[in-house]
């Protein structure tokens, strides 16, 4: 079946820093794909859309700013986390829909990468 | 804005035992809800997704229910196994804006003991 790819599973850095967090789609084409971060014992929050060839649309109380998305092809797009602090330490999974599927109505075929796990320190 | 509410947070159950997760949600104007399955520090498997048309959905061991006019789903696992152990999640995908986002509930952490 379709897989999603994150890469790293988990990487540490010094605050201040940028990590970035690669997603890719690896045997089907997403023009969309999805960033959530997750903080222990609570759920997934939607950071941002990202469409591939277009700008990411941001949820409510997320700086674009500090996490960049760029989903510059059809199997790709990338989170980095800049200037990051502890706060910024979380779980990031990203989700990409495959296509063939005329969503919303026949489905909303959506894969899940297996996350990243950022630790500012 | 919609709201996912799980409960219980935590179920603690005997091998083979049949149960029941449930999922509640305020705004019932959804395409779909899906039922997905996080071993911890891991991503997320999709297990079901009902349509906001259908009542049902079954695989294998597992069967999900939809009451979209009410706002609740559940999730019934039959004769329950260890490897069963995981946080069950709940998502619905809204029509608020146009379907592009999946609104989580906080999840069940099920321990299945053998």
């Known amino acids: 079946g379709a897989v999603v790819s994150q890469h790293p599973s988990r990487v540490i850095c010094k605050s201040g820093t940028s990590v970035k967090i690669e997603c890719r789609s690896l045997?089907?084409?997403?023009?969309?794909m999805f960033w959530y971060r997750q903080f222990p014992k609570q759920s997934l929050m939607l950071m941002a859309t990202?469409?591939?060839?277009?700008?990411?649309?941001?949820e409510q109380g997320v700086e674009k700013d500090k996490f960049l998305i760029n989903h510059a092809s059809l199997t790709l797009s990338t989170l980095t986390v800049t200037s990051a602090h502890p706060e910024d330490s979380s779980f990031y999974i990203c989700?990409?829909?495959?296509?063939?599927?005329?969503?919303?109505?026949?489905?909303?075929?959506?894969?899940f990468g297996e996350g990243s796990w950022l630790t500012v320190v | 804005k919609q709201e996912v509410t799980q409960i219980p947070a935590a179920l603690s159950v005997p091998e083979g035992e049949n149960l029941v997760l449930n999922c509640s949600f305020t705004?019932?104007?959804?395409?779909?809800l899906q039922w997905f399955r996080q071993d911890p520090g891991k991503g997320l498997t999709s297990l079901l997704l009902?349509?906001?048309?259908?009542r049902e959905q079954t695989s294998g061991r597992l069967n999900a229910s939809l009451d979209k006019s009410s706002g609740r789903s559940t999730l019934y696992i039959a004769a329950s196994q260890p490897g069963d152990s995981a946080t069950y999640l709940c998502?619905?995908?809204?029509?608020?804006?146009?379907?592009?986002?999946?609104?989580f509930g906080e999840g069940t952490q099920l321990t299945v003991n053998p």
């Open positions: 998502a619905v995908c809204g029509m608020e804006t146009s379907g592009s986002r999946l609104t």
């Open positions: 989700s990409a829909r495959a296509p063939g599927t005329s969503f919303p109505y026949s489905g909303n075929t959506i894969y």
């Open positions: 705004d019932s104007a959804i395409y779909n």
């Open positions: 990202s469409n591939e060839g277009s700008k990411a649309t941001y």
């Open positions: 009902i349509q906001s048309s259908q």
């Open positions: 045997d089907f084409q997403a023009t969309t």
